[in-house]
């Protein structure tokens, strides 16, 4: 099999762990080497002849089933209506202090939801005062279960500009970091992008959307708060905030507590870094998808053995 057909398939794998179609553009902005336009549409359409991809619409899967394809389509509707909601949220949680960016993330950043989706949110904030910065985020987030809001404020990734480059490097993190879709805080997510070419290493096609997030434009509380807050005071309350946060989750992962998703809830706890344990999710998704991606090159290459 050539190259350009085992990426192809291979972006199409990492997608069907999660029953996505892809667009033929979106296909080869997820390979993972460059190739002559020409070139890639010939090997998929020539995939599509030996039945290893099927098409239905716009839409390009594994699998010969068009519900996975009117599955798509209902759920790019229903996130172009909850991208608008993340986009009024993102415009109240700028305004706390020490944010500087904010961004989505999560299956609604692929451009899909349904009726259970939440709100997953990426957020920047000042140097060294992300434990306070996350803490007041939350404490309003306690607030918004009195009125079944919750699920609109998923805050579960945070970083801080001393540290806005991403420590595991992976087809994940890659994926992750190119479909964010900035919101909030153009000049940190220009800083953001700039620490992560990295990712061009996995997707050399694709362009990180820097310039859809709006400019932070402070406000009086905001200013008056970190200005309370730019001393060794606010230093000490930083760290303290970590400490506590981090011993809290570490019980709950001690005990083996699940979100709603069913898995086990963890933190990665850091001076600069706020983040979901990467055992409990990322690395089982990466060994989820090789295994498919090792099963279906295998499959591929059997079916021509026989015929």
Not at 138 to 164: A, P, R, S, W
Not at 175 to 196: C, H, M, Q, R, W
Request: overall charge positive.
């Amino acid at each position: 099999m050539s190259d350009i057909k085992k990426n192809i398939l291979a972006a199409l794998a990492y997608f069907d762990v999660f029953n996505y179609p892809l667009t033929q553009s979106e296909i080869f902005l997820f390979l993972s080497q460059r190739y002559d336009p020409a070139v890639f549409s010939n090997a998929l359409l020539s995939l599509i002849a030996e039945r290893a991809v099927y098409k239905f619409d716009n839409f390009y899967t594994l699998k010969n089933d068009l519900g996975i394809a009117k599955r798509r389509s209902a759920g790019n509707k229903k996130a172009t209506e909850l991208i608008q909601v993340a986009e009024r949220v993102g415009s109240l949680l700028i305004r706390f202090p020490y944010v500087r960016g904010i961004g989505i993330s999560g299956s609604l950043s692929k451009n899909f939801a349904d009726e259970q989706s939440d709100i997953d949110l990426f957020i920047i904030t000042t140097g060294n005062r992300l434990w306070i910065a996350r803490t007041l985020l939350h404490f309003f987030k306690k607030m918004t279960f009195l009125v079944n809001k919750q699920h609109l404020f998923c805050m579960n990734y945070f970083i801080d500009e001393q540290g806005l480059e991403i420590v595991e490097k992976n087809i994940y993190t890659a994926i992750e970091v190119a479909t964010l879709i900035p919101i909030e805080g153009d000049i940190a997510f220009e800083k953001f992008y700039s620490a992560n070419t990295w990712t061009r290493t996995y997707l050399p096609n694709n362009c990180m959307r820097v310039t859809s997030a709006k400019p932070v434009k402070n406000t009086l509380i905001k200013t008056v708060a970190e200005a309370l807050l730019n001393n060794r005071f606010g230093s000490f309350l930083d760290r303290q905030f970590m400490h506590i946060t981090a011993s809290r989750w570490l019980r709950k992962s001690q005990q083996h507590k699940r979100n709603a998703r069913g898995v086990i809830m963890g933190m990665d706890a850091s001076e600069h870094c706020a983040k979901p344990d990467p055992t409990n999710f990322q690395n089982k998704l990466i060994d989820r998808y090789q295994n498919k991606v090792g099963a279906l090159l295998q499959s591929y290459e059997a079916g021509f053995a026989h015929s």
